[in-house]
């Protein structure tokens, strides 16, 4: 039986960068490049008539810039993902576009692998940061108190400890670091992430800070 591919709709004002792209993304057997967009609300166009399974999005596009189509997609209920594929590595833009719903962001200038891990993770429900840009989505979140949050965690049935530990996998903390903090062994903290990530339905710390970021920071 053929698998099926993955559906990618392209959308960047670059015409020269959008054809490029669709030649390296067409050498990989899993994926179909089914459409180009080279503005805000083409892509929303073609999003809607040929429904993509995942979109890359530019953010600065001429009638409509990306951030913009980002927010008209969801609200029109769109089910693909959507990649911020981009230059701008500002924090501002990265925890912009992941408030709205994008399920990835990566800088133009990244490897080839990295947008294709992108692109088949986000393709599984998964959410992809360029690794070295998810410092800046979780800078700020030693800021939060226990206190501040518990009600929001509380829905999913994390004990009290557990979004302590939350809180520092959102704070960027490893194992080795949480465990000194609370003054727990490194297995017992390793036992909690499990348990928070079953409970909050994330694969990854990445996945868990952008939940603590979406449910906290609106």
Do not use: W
């Not at 490029?20 to 083409?42: F, M, R, Y």
Request: aromatic fraction near 6%; charged fraction near 30%.
């Amino acid at each position: 039986m053929e698998q099926r591919k993955i559906k990618v709709l392209i959308a960047d004002d670059h015409s020269l960068f959008r054809k490029g792209l669709e030649q390296l993304l067409e050498l990989e057997d899993d994926i179909e490049v089914v459409g180009e967009a080279s503005n805000g609300k083409e892509v929303l166009e073609k999003a809607l008539q040929l429904n993509p399974d995942v979109i890359l999005m530019d953010i600065n596009m001429p009638v409509q810039n990306g951030i913009y189509a980002i927010k008209e997609l969801k609200e029109r209920g769109c089910p693909a993902k959507i990649i911020v594929l981009t230059v701008h590595d500002d924090r501002e833009y990265l925890l912009e576009a992941v408030r709205i719903g994008a399920s990835g962001y990566i800088m133009k200038d990244a490897d080839v692998d990295h947008l294709l891990k992108a692109i088949r993770d986000v393709y599984r429900g998964e959410t992809y940061i360029q690794p070295n840009l998810s410092s800046k989505l979780i800078k700020d979140f030693d800021k939060m108190s226990y206190h501040s949050v518990r009600k929001q965690f509380e829905q999913h049935n994390l004990t009290p400890r557990e979004i302590e530990v939350l809180l520092l996998i959102a704070d960027g903390k490893n194992n080795k670091e949480i465990a000194n903090e609370l003054y727990i062994s490194e297995k017992t903290v390793k036992n909690h992430v499990s348990n928070i990530f079953k409970k909050l339905d994330v694969n990854d710390r990445t996945q868990a800070a952008i939940y603590v970021f979406k449910n906290h920071l609106k």
